[in-house]
């Protein structure tokens, strides 16, 4: 049988049995008679407390019973004398696995400035704020999985390396065996990739869903979910240089299936987090209300965590397009005294003050966008009939902006490979994609979602650092 946690002990029915308790020690407090050691170990947001009568066990036996070491109770499960547990631990044996001198110890009971936890980022699972964060992360990956697989999506792995560069986009990460301080040289000057692994240049994936859509074009349904790179050189709350994207791909789905497929599955994974980190929730939503005592009125969020995520549930997302968007910012009051750092006008990429506008201040819910100028889009978007606009989607957040961009695809042959040749990409090279719509070409459609800037939302945190494991932004990488 696999060892209790000590979210399943906390939850057992205490009838003085023996059990054993193993984590790590978060706080020591008590009296000459009795320690109270509170112990976590990364299952539950909750302490188990252990109480230690020290009439049986000596000072001397807990004196490197610190805050961060490792122990090893031995106890009975008893029903706690105080408040906010149900049960404690009365322990028979304590036993320090592994030490933590508490003057060299970063992490002390009190609470830490996320800026503080940040510069020990190594140690930053033990926290409770991190803790949560990271238990919250899995169930979203683990009710994504969930959903697509009762809607029918196959799960598939696009490659990680590749030698398309999906978006046109220049912010790739080259892959390369070869030292680039000394590397071969064509006749022209130019690095010859021709002589390395791969006989070509390749780089990171910024995004699978060209592979996507060759697969959905045979399965029908699919979905990727893995990390994806972007050299981002700027340094912002909500970008990343390595994140994790969960991209569907639907054949026969036209935009709005598209759209309503992007709206259910943004609640139901909420749902699902309501549901199964209902404890996590409440910690993290404190932890706001404590950090929002410190700010400006005006920039409070007008709603507690929770409410917010059962708002967004309960709520039809508005769905508007962006001609009429483009309007709404261009009546605001923001434009008109000239507050956006951006100004407005149809044909602007939108920023995020502008996407912040539309659904904080605006309609107060999620934004469903759509119909964007072709200009500011990637190339295998359909093309609507005004030669102006394309399928385009983005679903915006409120406190994130966009936090998936999607679009249905253009599936007609000639207009794909026209746009192609218009923003200069080869049609040659990319052969393979313009395949897919020269034999058996159906209507199909998809999106991004960007997992860190959905957990952004679902934890309330302000920065995208504090969702992943391991943020890897300019010059971060040490581990
Ligand atoms: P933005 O406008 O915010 O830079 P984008 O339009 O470049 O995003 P897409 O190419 O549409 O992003 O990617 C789909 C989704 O991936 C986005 O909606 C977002 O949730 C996420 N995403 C994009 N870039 C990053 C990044 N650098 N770090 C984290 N998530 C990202
Ligand atoms: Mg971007
Ligand atoms: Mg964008
Ligand atoms: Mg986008």
Redesign the pocket.
Known sequence: MAKPTIKELLTTAPQEQTVEVLGWVRNRRGSKQVAFITVNDGSTIHNIQVVVDLNQISEEQLKEVHTGASVRVLGKLVPSQGSGQAVEVQAQEVEVLGPADPEKYPLQPKKHSLEFVRENAHLRARTATFGAVFRVRHHVSYAIHKFFHEEGFFYVHSPIITASDA?GAGAMFRVTTLDLKNPPLTQEGEVNFKEDFFERPTNLTV?GQLEAELMALGLGRVYTFGPTF?A?NSNTT???AE?W?IEPEAAFYDIHDNMDLAERFVKYVIRHVLEHCADDLAFLEKRLLDEEKSKKESERSPMPLIEKLNFVVENAFERLSYTEAIELLLQSKPQKKNQFQFPVSWGIDLQAEHERYLVEKHFKKPVILTDYPKEIKAFYMKQNDDGKTVRAMDVLFPGI?????GSQREEDYDKLKRRMEEVGISTEEMWWYLDTRRFGSVPHSGF???L??FVQFITGMGN?RDVIPFPRTPGNAEF
């Open positions: 978006e995004s972007r981002e909500r970008h990343l994140f994207m902006g966009e936090i998936i961009g991004g979602l960007g860190e800037r995208i």
